[in-house]
């Protein structure tokens, strides 16, 4: 236990580290996938260019910027849930081939060119709480961010496989890096590719999950800790808390 705890208070110094240096992470796909699975619950953290989240999961881009194309990078930066939610409106959601409902945490972006790693749920956690980039003096477009979203789903069966159906009309192929954990212990790392027509398909896994060491305490701990420190928002520390039953 001592060890984890370790390592996660590791992960999550790199990680304000690189927030505050502004450190840009090797970026492997179009589509960076973290997975977290707990014995109640699958956490899936998405980060990819703000236009694809537009162009390949049909989000109206009038969520993100003005009529101008410029973005309200001061409200962005502060985390939102309705963003989040309204991105999975034209995706269909399946937990072993059953349809699930997945709730937007929360949605944050960031520069692209001080973009957080996201290779662990830790950071993945971070990465939708935590923006300590000031407003650019130039107003942003889509182009120059990078959006990062979480979502829970409580789940029978948290092994299962998961299913993203993107919009039929979409006209892309994405390359979708995967990485897959069991209450922060590594399943599998993989590169799919959703041409088009295809879902992001999150494969099953084997064994079975047992309780979360970072559910409960520890994650309250956590959204506590990070809005308290970095602003991270008392809506994002407010659902955060329904995530854990409060």
């Not at 996660?8 to 796909?29: E, K, L, N, W």
């Not at 269909?92 to 973009?115: I, K, Q, R, Y």
């Not at 993107?166 to 599998?188: E, G, W, Y």
Request: proline share 7%; glycine share 6%.
């Amino acid at each position: 236990m001592k060890m984890v705890r370790a390592a996660q208070t590791t992960a999550y110094a790199s990680a304000v580290v690189a927030t505050f240096c502004g450190v840009t992470p090797v970026i492997a796909g179009d589509v960076d996938v973290v997975v977290q699975r707990t014995d109640r619950a699958i956490e899936v953290y998405f980060a990819m260019p703000a236009n694809t989240l537009v162009t390949a999961f049909g989000l109206d881009p009038a969520h993100l910027a003005r009529p101008d194309g410029t973005v309200p990078f001061d409200e962005l930066r502060l985390g939102t849930w309705d963003i989040g939610d309204a991105a999975l409106e034209d995706v269909e959601t399946m937990v072993g081939g059953a349809p699930a409902v997945f709730e937007a945490m929360s949605l944050m972006a960031h520069p692209a060119n001080a973009a957080l790693p996201m290779m662990t749920p830790l950071e993945a956690m971070i990465s939708i709480e935590v923006c300590s980039i000031p407003t650019p003096e130039v107003p942003l477009t889509l182009d120059d961010l990078r959006v990062y979203v979480g979502y829970i789903a409580y789940v029978d069966d948290p092994t299962a496989r998961l299913t993203f159906e993107l919009p039929s009309d979409i006209n892309q192929d994405l390359s979708v890096d995967i990485r897959d954990f069991t209450a922060h212990a590594p399943n599998a790392a993989y590169v799919d590719t959703a041409s088009r027509g295809d879902p992001i398909s999150i494969a099953a896994v084997s064994e079975p999950v047992q309780a979360s060491i970072a559910s409960g305490a520890g994650a309250a701990w956590l959204s506590i800790t990070s809005a308290a420190i970095f602003g991270g928002g008392w809506a994002v520390l407010r659902r955060r808390q329904r995530r854990l039953g409060r």
